[in-house]
């Protein structure tokens, strides 16, 4: 068998790939227009997010505050061994053996 004679493959002058890149462009009026919608509407969202983080806070301070205190007087309790309470009593003055 003759051996195939070996044939030279040229290489490209030039090869092109296809790619992403993140290059600056210019926003025309409309892409401005739209973006300053969406800012405007991400402000307004913004705006009430804080509203209800101060609401839904006040509220965690109030059950916070609501807590220290029982803590307080369970604390007195323990420490002091006694508490205070109000007890039905019957309390009598007998004017006749003072004179």
Same mark, same amino acid.
């Given at each position: 068998?003759? &051996? /195939?004679? /070996? ?5 490209? =002058? $030039?090869?092109? !790939? @296809?790619? @992403?890149?993140?290059? +600056?462009? %210019?926003?025309?009026? %409309? $892409?401005?227009? =739209? ?5 405007? #509407? =991400?402000?307004?969202?913004?705006? &009430?997010? $804080?509203? %209800? @983080? /101060?609401?839904?806070?006040?509220? !965690?301070?109030?059950?916070? +505050? #609501? /807590? ?11 420490? @002091? +061994?006694? #508490? ?12 006749? $053996? =003072?004179?």
């Amino acid at each position: 068998m003759p &051996k /195939k004679p /070996k044939v030279k493959s040229e290489k490209p =002058a $030039e090869k092109v !790939y @296809n790619i @992403n890149k993140s290059l +600056k462009c %210019d926003l025309n009026r %409309d $892409e401005l227009l =739209a973006a300053g919608l969406q800012l405007a #509407e =991400a402000c307004d969202s913004h705006a &009430k997010l $804080e509203e %209800d @983080n /101060k609401s839904v806070m006040a509220g !965690y301070t109030a059950r916070l +505050k #609501e /807590k220290a205190a029982q803590v307080s007087v369970l604390q007195s309790k323990v420490q @002091n +061994k006694f #508490e205070f309470r109000q007890v039905p009593c019957e309390e009598k003055h007998d004017f006749a $053996e =003072a004179q």
